[in-house]
C-alpha cells in the first residue's frame, strides 16, 4: 500500500509536470550540445536542413555520440513518469489512452538511443515504432485536451497538438524520394526537415503542457495556503 501511494506521489499533479519540463530539457540539452562539433564523413557541419536526427548518435562518426545517445534514453525515462501523470490527471479514457500510447513511444525512444544507427536493423525498428506511435500519442492528447469536462489542460494548447500530428503525418506518408547516397546532399532535403520538425514540435508540445500544468497548480497551491 505504501509502495503504491509512493508511485502516485510520484505521478501526483505537482510531481508529473516536473518530470515532463526535465524530459524536455534533457532532449533539448542533449541533442542540439552533440550538433555542435559534429563534422560529418565528409567534413561537412551539420544541418538541421540535410542531416538526420540519429547522425548524431553514429559512433565513430559523431563527436558526442554518446553524449547524444545517453541523452535519448535519459530523456525516454524522464518521460514515462510524465504520460502516466498527464493520464490521470486529466482523468478520462481518451486521456488514459493517450498515455499508454506515450508510455510506449518513450519506450521507443529508450531504445533509438541504446540502439545508435551502428545496429541499422534494430535502430530503423525503433526509430519507426516511435514515429508511428507519436503521431497518435500527440491526437489522442489533442483529443483529450478537446474533450475535458473539466478544463485541467488550456484547449487552446490543443492546436499545438494538431500541429504535432500535421506533422508527423507529413513525414510518414509523403513521397520524397529514396534516401539515397548522403555524399551528395541537397542544401535543403525535405525529409530531414521534416523529422526535425517532429522533434521541436513534440518538445515543444509537451514542454508546453508541462510548464502550464506546473504554474497552474502551483498557483492553486498558493491560493489554498
Known amino acids: 500500500m505504501q509502495m503504491k501511494q509512493g508511485l502516485l506521489k510520484l505521478v501526483g499533479a505537482k510531481r508529473f509536470p516536473l518530470w515532463g519540463i526535465a524530459g524536455s530539457v534533457v532532449g533539448l540539452v542533449f541533442v542540439l550540445g552533440a550538433m555542435i562539433p559534429y563534422v ?24 558526442l555520440s554518446i553524449m547524444f545517445n545517453v ?28 498515455a499508454v500510447v506515450g508510455v510506449f513511444s518513450s519506450v521507443a525512444i529508450i531504445f533509438v538511443g541504446i540502439f545508435p544507427e551502428n545496429f541499422l536493423a534494430e535502430h530503423t525498428a525503433a526509430a519507426m515504432s516511435f514515429f508511428l506511435s507519436g503521431m497518435v500519442m500527440t491526437g489522442l492528447w489533442t483529443l483529450a485536451i478537446l474533450l475535458q469536462h473539466t478544463s485541467k489542460v488550456h ?13 508527423f503525418a507529413a513525414f510518414l506518408f509523403g513521397d520524397y524520394g529514396d534516401i539515397g547516397s548522403l555524399v551528395d546532399r541537397p542544401d535543403f532535403w525535405m525529409l530531414p526537415t521534416l523529422e526535425w520538425a517532429i522533434y521541436f514540435a513534440v518538445i515543444g508540445y509537451l514542454l508546453l503542457i508541462s510548464v502550464y500544468v506546473w504554474r497552474k497548480e502551483k498557483g492553486a497551491s498558493s491560493n489554498q495556503s
Open 71 to 98: 541523452g535519448l534514453i535519459y530523456a525516454g525515462v524522464l518521460f514515462i513518469p510524465f504520460m502516466i501523470g498527464l493520464g490521470l490527471y486529466m482523468d478520462n479514457i481518451i486521456a488514459k489512452l493517450a
Open 40 to 63: 560529418g564523413r565528409n567534413g561537412e557541419p551539420f544541418s538541421i536542413f540535410n542531416h538526420f536526427i540519429s547522425e548524431l548518435g553514429e559512433v565513430g562518426v559523431s563527436e
Open 155 to 167: 484547449k487552446a494548447l490543443s492546436i499545438v497538438g494538431l500541429l504535432n500530428v500535421v506533422v
